[in-house]
C-alpha cells in the first residue's frame, strides 16, 4: 500500500544535461535496476539528442552507464523498459532509410550495461516504417513479448497512432 507514504526514501538528482533537458521524463524500474531518460538531453551542438543514465543497483552514488549518441533530435530515451535480460530504449525521431522520425527502439543486455559498455544487441524497428511514425515513443517489455508505441503511425487514418507486439525468439 503506497497511500501513507508522504515522503520518498531517496532521491537522484540530475547527474546529465542542463536545465531543460527533462531528466526523469521517462522511468523503469526492476528490483534494483533503474533506468532515468532525458530524452532533450543537448550533446555538444546536438539538440534533442537524449540520453539514458542506467544504475545497476539505484543505491549506487554512480551510474553504471549512459547512454548517448552524437545525433540532433533522437529523443533517446523517450521510452525506457527493463525486462529479465536487459534494457530497451526508445529513439523515436530516429531517421530511418531516409524517413525522418520514423524512430527505433534499441535492446542493451545488462551483461554488456552492467560492465558499462553501451553495445546495442538489436534494433526494432516498424515494417513498414514512414517518415514521422514516431516509432518508440512509449514501449514495454514482459516476459518474451515487447510492445512498442508509434503515435504518429497514419495507418489506417492519418497520424491515428499504433502499438506492435514482438516476440523474442
Known amino acids: 500500500n503506497f497511500s501513507n507514504l508522504a515522503t520518498p526514501f531517496k532521491s537522484i538528482n540530475a547527474t546529465i544535461g542542463a536545465p531543460g533537458a527533462r531528466f526523469g ?17 543537448v550533446n555538444g551542438a546536438n539538440l534533442n539528442s537524449g540520453a539514458v543514465v542506467y544504475f545497476a543497483n539505484y ?14 533530435e533522437l529523443l533517446l530515451g523517450q521510452g525506457l523498459a527493463l525486462g529479465s535480460d536487459g534494457l530497451l530504449v526508445s529513439s523515436p525521431y530516429r531517421t530511418l532509410n531516409g524517413s525522418a522520425r520514423a524512430g527505433a527502439v534499441d535492446f542493451y543486455r545488462y551483461s554488456a550495461l552492467d560492465g558499462g559498455t553501451r553495445t546495442i544487441s ?15 515513443w512509449a514501449v514495454g517489455i514482459s516476459g518474451n513479448q515487447v510492445v512498442v508505441g508509434a503515435r504518429l503511425k497514419s495507418d489506417p487514418e492519418n497520424a491515428s497512432g499504433a502499438s506492435f507486439m514482438f516476440a523474442k525468439r
Open 122 to 136: 538489436f534494433r526494432l524497428q516498424c515494417y513498414q516504417s514512414a517518415a514521422s511514425d514516431a516509432f518508440g
Open 25 to 41: 521524463a521517462s522511468l523503469a524500474l526492476l528490483g534494483t535496476r533503474l533506468a532515468i531518460g532525458v530524452p532533450a538531453y
Open 59 to 72: 543505491n549506487d552514488a554512480t551510474p553504471r552507464a549512459t547512454i548517448t549518441e552524437n545525433t540532433a
